[in-house]
């Protein structure tokens, strides 16, 4: 098929934004969107049309039998609800147009997800960046003042096309659209700008939309290295069938680099990312629970940030049974609650009652992935073992162990002994497996500090570490860099440096 200029620039960004099928298609049923639409269908593309009826306008039920006409009319599956946003905003007295934005994006990632879209294709044009930029600047918002190109599922691929342009493609299609008459009143801020002041900027500076698309897309090259920085503060711990994340990282990141992480963590979750839902977070990771949109409940647990999702259900293998009232497990020093166990080892209250568990009668034997102990729990413990002999020595009690294949290395500090400040439990290790140290995994009680951490990376070893290193930590305070796993036995190995510290302290005084 002979393709129109128009319709080549698309296919290029399609293809580079949203390779995959099928597209979910915002379509209002206004020019943009239904040129959108269009466009999709004359490239082959698999699309499925969403509309969401804010149900602002008495006509706007009109909007909604047009968009379902149009979706037909191109062979494309039709999604469509319709919210009183209005009555919902003046009942929790929220923006009207935040809440309506919220509510869109919420309807279109919930349609993605049930038809298996890889990207949400929204309308937004080169007028629509402009007027966003300069709104932004007067209004002084943080964040990235552009719109972005992709953010999560949203893909936004009419971004270097002005307004005008695609309605000389429809009209070129003889296709029509219907216009929203709210955009026609300046007493909204972007009407007004749109309406009154654009109009003056463009007979001044005609290509004051490029610009302004122009320094948004610097701004957002900028965000990208931000980004990117933003993730390596993210240490996700697998241990948990819940999305779980370390809090240290988080909470000793500058503020605007633990904003863009929380963005991301939402974005994980298929949220949009709104201010209001990250303060939330901010909230949960000094200890203050938070139900998030979707039902999701952010709840932090010693040193872990929980994600929990509406009902979740975690996976029951065979032999496996959820935990029952009365479950113990028998200890070397006794008997212990099953309830009280899972709470020592950082579950939270809402999977308490979820968790698989073997057992005999109410004698648990087995508690999935925490007892009896699990791989990084066994190696931890040889690990303390190691520290408690660093601790007998007058060292910093640190201990670490590192496993290559079937061998095995042990160290703990020896910074006073050797008068050496690089003699390290890690690097001593480092020094002892030489070569070998390759591919190996090295179990840690403290978290490394930069100069450990540097040297696992350059020698290929994995890192599990115990409890983080508030002052020194490379992870803690610079980002993640390479494979790590934190938290494990964190406790133990926390108190064992508390009391350390804590004598240090009293012997001073006393001396």
């Known amino acids: 098929m002979w393709l129109l200029p128009l319709e080549a620039l698309f296919l290029e960004r399609l293809k580079a934004l949203a390779p995959e099928d099928p597209l979910v298609l915002a379509v209002s049923g206004g020019g943009d969107s239904v040129a959108l639409?269009?466009?999709?269908?004359?490239?082959?593309?698999k699309g499925v049309v969403a509309h969401l009826d804010h149900a602002l306008r008495p006509d706007s039920a009109e909007d909604l039998a047009f968009v379902h006409a149009l979706a037909e009319r191109l062979g494309f599956p039709f999604?469509?609800?319709?919210?009183?946003?209005?009555?919902?905003?003046?009942?929790r007295g929220e923006n009207l147009e935040a809440l309506a934005r919220e509510v869109r994006y919420t309807f279109l990632h919930r349609v993605a997800k049930k038809v298996g879209a890889k990207a949400i294709l929204t309308a937004h044009t080169l007028d629509d960046q402009a007027e966003t930029v300069l709104l932004k600047l007067l209004q002084g918002t943080a964040r990235g003042l552009g719109i972005r190109e992709k953010e999560g599922l949203v893909v936004r691929p009419l971004l270097p096309f002005?307004?005008?342009?695609?309605?000389?493609?429809?009209?070129?299609?003889?296709?029509?659209?219907r216009e929203d008459p709210t955009n026609q009143d300046p007493s909204w801020d972007r009407n007004y700008l749109r309406l009154r002041v654009f109009p003056l900027l463009l007979e001044r500076f005609p290509r004051a939309r490029e610009a302004l698309d122009r320094f948004a897309r610097a701004q957002e090259a900028e965000d990208a290295t931000l980004e990117k920085e933003a993730k390596a503060r993210l240490l996700p711990d697998p241990r948990f069938f819940v999305p779980a994340y370390r809090v240290a990282p988080l909470l000793h990141a500058p503020p605007a680099l633990r904003r863009r992480v929380l963005r991301q963590v939402l974005e994980g979750l298929s949220l949009r990312p709104e201010a209001?839902?990250?303060?939330?977070?901010?909230g949960a990771l000094t200890g203050k629970p938070a139900t998030l949109p979707e039902g999701f409940l952010a709840r932090r647990k010693g040193g872990t940030l929980f994600l929990i999702p509406p009902s979740p259900k975690l996976p029951l293998p065979p032999g496996f049974r959820p935990p029952e009232p009365g479950d113990y497990l028998e200890m070397p020093y006794g008997r212990k609650r099953l309830r009280d166990f899972l709470a020592e080892k950082g579950v939270p209250k809402e999977l308490k009652g979820l968790w698989p568990v073997r057992a005999e009668g109410k004698r648990v034997v087995e508690v999935l992935g925490l007892y009896p102990l699990g791989e990084e729990e066994r190696q931890m413990g040889l690990a303390l073992a190691e520290a408690k002999e660093a601790l007998a020595q007058g060292e910093v009690p640190v201990g670490a162990v590192l496993v290559v294949g079937e061998r095995l290395y042990r160290a703990h500090n020896r910074v006073e002994a050797e008068g050496d400040p690089t003699?390290?439990?890690?690097?001593?290790?480092?020094?002892?497996?030489?070569?070998?140290?390759?591919?190996?995994?090295?179990?840690?009680?403290?978290?490394?500090?930069?100069?450990?951490q540097h040297a696992l990376n350059q020698a290929g070893v994995e890192v599990v570490y115990g409890a983080e290193n508030l002052k020194e930590g490379a992870l803690t305070r610079f980002g993640l860099r390479g494979k790590v796993l934190g938290g494990v036995r964190e406790g133990e190995c926390a108190k064992?440096?508390?009391d350390f510290f804590a004598r240090l302290r009293e012997g001073c005084r006393s001396g």
């Open 37 to 45: 639409a269009h466009l999709v269908h004359r490239l082959g593309r």
């Open 79 to 91: 999604f469509a609800e319709r919210v009183e946003v209005g009555r919902i905003a003046q009942e």
């Open 162 to 177: 002005p307004r005008e342009a695609l309605r000389d493609y429809l009209r070129s299609l003889g296709e029509v659209w």
């Open 276 to 282: 209001r839902l990250i303060a939330l977070l901010e």
């Open 423 to 452: 003699a390290h439990a890690e690097m001593l290790l480092l020094r002892q497996a030489g070569k070998e140290a390759r591919g190996g995994r090295m179990y840690v009680t403290l978290e490394p500090c930069l100069m450990c």
């Open 496 to 498: 064992l440096l508390r």
